[in-house]
Nanobody, 127 residues
Framework: QVQLVESGGGLVQAGGSLRLSCAAS????????MAWFRQAPGKERECVVV????????YYADSVKGRFTISRDNAKNMVYLQMSSLKPEDTAVYYC????????????????????WGQGTQVTVSS
């Protein structure tokens, strides 16, 4: 099992930026595809972005393409989400997820595919 802790959420105006961090412990991350999901009130948890074990492959939801960037540092056991041009519809609790995999791919867009989750960090974008 890998333990995940998200940080960096907060309140920001539309058009602003935030950087989320996900710190992992318990296992090294190089065997895990990593993802950011989000869940708004009354809605299902949705995939925002996934990054492969090495960082060489990514999958972005259409709604965030060109605005959000995921990165990872396996040596530090960290994953990051740089969010720019934020919109009110980006308001949600953002969760970091880890999926153990032998594959180098990044197409894991459903929450059921992940075994490990953090507690989430709230992002609120005001209009």
């Amino acid at each position: 099992q890998v333990q995940l802790v998200e940080s960096g959420g907060g309140l920001v105006q539309a058009g602003g930026s935030l950087r989320l961090s996900c710190a992992a412990s318990g296992r090294t991350l190089d065997r895990y595809a990593m993802a950011w999901f989000r869940q708004a009130p009354g809605k299902e948890r949705e995939c925002v972005v996934v990054i492969s074990r090495s960082g060489g492959s990514t999958y972005y939801a259409d709604s965030v393409k060109g605005r959000f960037t995921i990165s990872r540092d396996n040596a530090k056991n960290m994953v990051y989400l740089q969010m720019s041009s934020l919109k009110p519809e980006d308001t949600a609790v953002y969760y970091c997820g880890a999926k153990f995999t032998y594959s180098g791919g990044s197409y894991y867009p459903t929450s059921e595919q992940y075994e490990n989750w953090g507690q989430g960090t709230q992002v609120t974008v005001s209009s």
